[in-house]
Structure formats: structure tokens, C-alpha cells
């Protein structure tokens, strides 16, 4: 009896590189799935969380793909160095556009459309929703992940690199941010979660906070399940919901509440 073929059976491509094969991600590229590159002086950080829960089953099945592309390994020199000293002067280090610009050129082999190249910065526009969903309609996304006091400029300008931000704060590298821009866009792919109600009714989709949540036991420490949500009226439960969303939002998120209305009053 013939042994069935694993799920990437009859999808594996091979894409010419001139890298030594010592230096590449041994996972071979499938046809037609996501897939997260990401440069990083850390690549033992990965998969982390991400290769946890729903992401990591996501990971194992072959509905995205995670490889990983060391920095050090392009560094200059006997100790491979990847930085230097600020231009003008300065605390800190910078990394060397030397550096960057060869592993650059390396994640974005075979690349091909709709492939962003996205350097997580501080400076950068805030990750939102809307970035997550434009992400998960791309074929990929190649994520640089800085350290020390940051990138040379000149990359940035070189290569057209956008910019992205977790939050208004500073941490000492971007593999966190980077982590958390994967799991936010990967649970959007498809046959990720296994319910499309899931994406649709969760926060920010509909521009708005997501309503309150409740399951079992009936009435836990004195406080009951709101009564709506046990009557099996779906209609008065969607209304219920939608009035919550709607009050939450306005409370905690002024800023999106503004954005909401703007379309109505329009």
C-alpha cells in the first residue's frame, strides 16, 4: 500500500540562488503560499510564538511559510561585523548599509509580485487592521528587523523600504514587532482559523472595538450572562452586539469612533 503524499506534495519549487546552500533555510518554497522572510541577527528567535497554537498547526500544514535570514552571515570582516559608529556622531550603532544591502538582495530572490519589503521602525506608520489585510492579500512579505540605533538611511532610500511600527515606544530590536505583524496577518489566510466568521465579527473589522464575550457557567461570582445573549433571538443578539461595540469604542477609542462616523456623515 503506497504511502499518501504530504499536503506540499506536487507544490515544491526550486529557485536558483548564488548563495552557498549552508547559508539558506533548508524549507523548500511552495507554490501559491504566504510567506514570511525575515532578516534578523537572531534567527533562533523564530518561529517562537508563532510556531504555537493556530499559527504553528497553520505552520506544520503548509498554509504559510516562515524562513529566516541571518544578518551576521553578510557581516564585513574576520568577526563579521554588521555595524558602526553614527555618522556626525553620537551614542550608539547603526547597521551598515554594506551589510543589509546583500541580505536584502538574498531574501528577495524569486520574490516576484505583490512581495512588500517592510523594515520594522518606530518611525514607521502604526500597524492597523487595514496593514494586516492588504499583507494577507500579498504572495509574501520580507520584514527587516533592526537593532541598536537603527538602518543606514541610504538602504531605506535604495530599496523604496517602508516602514512599520508595533507602538510609540522603543524596544531593543524589531523580532517582536516582527512576530506579532506575522501572526496578526497569517491568522487572516485562508483556512488559518477554519471559521471566516471568526475575522469578520473580531475587533477593528468593522472599524469598531469588538463586543463583550461570554460562555459557560450561566453566572459565575454573582454576575449573570446578559439575558439577550440566552433568549435565541439572533436578530435582537446581533443588535445587542453591534450597541455594545458601538459603546465601547466610543469610550476607549475616540480616535476610531471619529473614523467610524466620518463614512456616515459623509
Not at 506536487?10 to 532578516?39: F, Y
Not at 445573549?229 to 475616540?254: D, N
Amino acid at each position: 500500500m503506497s504511502t499518501p503524499p504530504a499536503r506540499s506534495h506536487g507544490r515544491k519549487a526550486i529557485r536558483p540562488t548564488l548563495q552557498p546552500r549552508e547559508l539558506i533555510t533548508d524549507t523548500p518554497d511552495l507554490h501559491g503560499v504566504w510567506k514570511a522572510r525575515v532578516i534578523t541577527l537572531f534567527p533562533q528567535a523564530f518561529p517562537g510564538v508563532l510556531g504555537e497554537s493556530l499559527t504553528g498547526r497553520a505552520l506544520q500544514e503548509g498554509l504559510w511559510q516562515l524562513e529566516t535570514i541571518e544578518l551576521r552571515q553578510f557581516g564585513i570582516g574576520k568577526h563579521r561585523n554588521v555595524d558602526d559608529t553614527p555618522a556626525g556622531g553620537g551614542a550608539g550603532m547603526v547597521l551598515r548599509a554594506d551589510v543589509l544591502a546583500p541580505a536584502i538582495e538574498r531574501a528577495m530572490q524569486g520574490a516576484s509580485g505583490n512581495w512588500p519589503l517592510i523594515y520594522l521602525s518606530p518611525r514607521g506608520r502604526p500597524m492597523d487592521q487595514s496593514l494586516m489585510q492588504s499583507l494577507a492579500r500579498c504572495d509574501g512579505v520580507t520584514l527587516i528587523c533592526g537593532r541598536f540605533e537603527g538602518v543606514d538611511e541610504r538602504v531605506l532610500e535604495h530599496y523604496g523600504i517602508q516602514e512599520v511600527s508595533l507602538g510609540d515606544f522603543v524596544m531593543t530590536g524589531g523580532e517582536i514587532a516582527a512576530q506579532a505583524l506575522i501572526d496578526a496577518t497569517v491568522r487572516l489566510l485562508p483556512g488559518v482559523l477554519g471559521n471566516q466568521a471568526s475575522t469578520e465579527e473580531e475587533s477593528f473589522s468593522s472599524g469598531l472595538l469588538e463586543h463583550p464575550q461570554y460562555t459557560r457557567p450561566a453566572e459565575w461570582m454573582g454576575r449573570p450572562i446578559p439575558e439577550v445573549l440566552m433568549s435565541g433571538h439572533h436578530g435582537k443578539v446581533a443588535e445587542w452586539r453591534r450597541a455594545q461595540s458601538e459603546k465601547i469604542t466610543q469610550s476607549r477609542r475616540p480616535d476610531l469612533w471619529r473614523r467610524y462616523q466620518t463614512p456616515k456623515e459623509d
